[in-house]
Nanobody
Framework: QVQLVESGGGSVQAGGSLRLSCTAS????????MGWFRQAPGKEREVVAA????????RYADSVKGRFTISRDNAKNTMYLQMNSLKPEDTAVYYC?????????????????WGQGTQVTVSS
């Protein structure tokens, strides 16, 4: 069983930055593909960014390309999402997720483990 805990959410004005962290339990963290998702009120959960087991491959939603950076530190069992130039439309609950069923980057919602979510609110 893998447990994921997000942190780093909060409220910020448009143009500001936040860094989310996702720390995982377990001794085989490096075997897991990881991803960040978000869900705004009344909308479906959508992928924001995904990263492969080694961190060498990343993918981003078009809406965040050039503004967000996903990374991971396997020695610390932690994944990050650096969010810059935030916009009001980035407001959502952000979730991290992991799976060891696939190799490489997973950009669908077919993850096995999910965190509890952290709120990000961007005001104009």
């Amino acid at each position: 069983q893998v447990q994921l805990v997000e942190s780093g959410g909060g409220s910020v004005q448009a143009g500001g930055s936040l860094r989310l962290s996702c720390t995982a339990s377990g001794r085989t963290y490096s075997n897991y593909a990881m991803g960040w998702f978000r869900q705004a009120p009344g909308k479906e959960r959508e992928v924001v960014a995904a990263i492969s087991q080694s961190g060498a491959i990343t993918r981003y939603a078009d809406s965040v390309k050039g503004r967000f950076t996903i990374s991971r530190d396997n020695a610390k069992n932690t994944m990050y999402l650096q969010m810059n130039s935030l916009k009001p439309e980035d407001t959502a609950v952000y979730y991290c997720a992991s799976t060891n069923k696939y190799r490489g980057v997973v950009v669908t919602t077919q993850y096995d483990y999910w965190g509890q979510g952290t709120q990000v609110t961007v005001s104009s």
